[in-house]
């Protein structure tokens, strides 16, 4: 009988021993949405500060990505739901216990607010730009006239993105190595890395540049401050717990893991961060390669190795 391979023989196609449902594109998503809650972080936080003018690829030419990466990751999302025509019912309701109700009113209302603001800055970054409507032209005055309003919005709901985005691993209790509540703020950390990344490369002002080349190098300290507590907190749990970091201390993850993401996604960036502060002529290209590489690596391998991770053995 089939109710006896599923539960004495555990033996559920994509679900027991192993669970198998989430593919490419949930960790690509997962690092579209937290590289564009990091651009938009900055954007927001530089525009409440009063530093438009000190840092134009923060605040005008970096949003442009914003919204592409929130598109392309939502495609990445679509794709991989069973039941795509009904999507919709998201947003019939609201859970407030729930990350994906969380998550999926979020997109909803930061998306807009994303074009919204590059929208408002078209004429800025483009030379002779008109709107062919009168009408868009007079509500142009209206979003620029309630900007900051808007960037009060969009630091808000690019917090509670960059979060959610590790949330909606951590939520899964039955998978060890996703239950614990510092993916959320380490996942934040890294999509704001990631951000600071791309606006780094964007800029062509050398004090634009060291301030973010600065920010970046504090936050991938922070990160790797959260991974470390991350494994050290694993190890200090249960047995199911410490099997779980252990793909990453001599697992299957562990070559992937350390080189991929700790040393070229995160200690060879500030090393190279360093000694362009202190007077080494470094390529910004590099660093900013490997932070992206590293960011979205990371995605990939927790995705893949908190699915093989399991409560019953």
């Given at each position: 009988m089939k109710e006896e391979l599923f539960v004495s023989g555990r033996n559920i196609p994509n679900i027991d021993p192993y669970l198998n449902i989430w593919h490419w594109q949930i960790p690509l998503y997962l690092f579209l949405g937290g590289l564009a809650a990091g651009i938009l972080f900055f954007a927001a936080l530089f525009t409440i500060m009063g530093k438009e003018k000190e840092m134009p690829a923060a605040v005008k030419k970096a949003p442009i990505i914003a919204p592409i990466a929130l598109i392309l990751g939502l495609i990445a999302l679509f794709l991989d739901l069973k039941h795509k025509l009904f999507f919709w019912q998201l947003y019939t309701t609201i859970r407030l216990e729930s990350p994906m109700s969380w998550g999926a009113w979020v997109l909803m209302a930061i998306t807009p607010l994303s074009m919204l603001w590059v929208a408002s800055y078209m004429k800025e970054l483009v030379p002779g730009w008109k709107w062919k409507n009168n009408l868009l032209e007079s509500f142009e005055g209206f979003v620029i006239k309630y900007r900051l309003w808007m960037a009060w919005m969009i630091i808000v709901l690019s917090v509670i993105l960059g979060i959610y985005t590790g949330i909606l691993l951590s939520a899964f209790n039955a998978r060890p190595l996703w239950n614990t509540s510092i993916l959320g703020p380490l996942f934040l950390v890294s999509g704001m890395s990631t951000g600071a990344a791309t606006i780094l490369i964007m800029s062509k002002s050398k004090e634009e540049r060291r301030t973010m080349s600065w920010i970046d190098l504090l936050l991938i300290i922070v990160e790797l401050f959260f991974i470390t507590h991350l494994i050290m907190g694993m190890k200090a749990g249960s047995q199911v717990q410490i099997d779980a970091v252990s793909l990453f201390l001599g697992g299957q993850f562990t070559v992937s893991f350390w080189v991929f993401v700790i040393l070229l996604g995160l200690v060879f960036p500030a090393i190279l961060e360093i000694l362009e502060r202190i007077?080494?002529?470094?390529?910004?290209?590099?660093?900013?390669?490997?932070?992206?590489?590293?960011?979205?690596?990371?995605?990939?391998?927790?995705?893949?190795?908190?699915?093989?991770?399991?409560?019953?053995?």
């Open positions: 007077g080494y002529h470094i390529p910004v290209v590099i660093p900013v390669a490997l932070i992206l590489l590293g960011g979205l690596m990371f995605r990939f391998i927790m995705v893949e190795a908190g699915q093989l991770t399991r409560y019953l053995y």
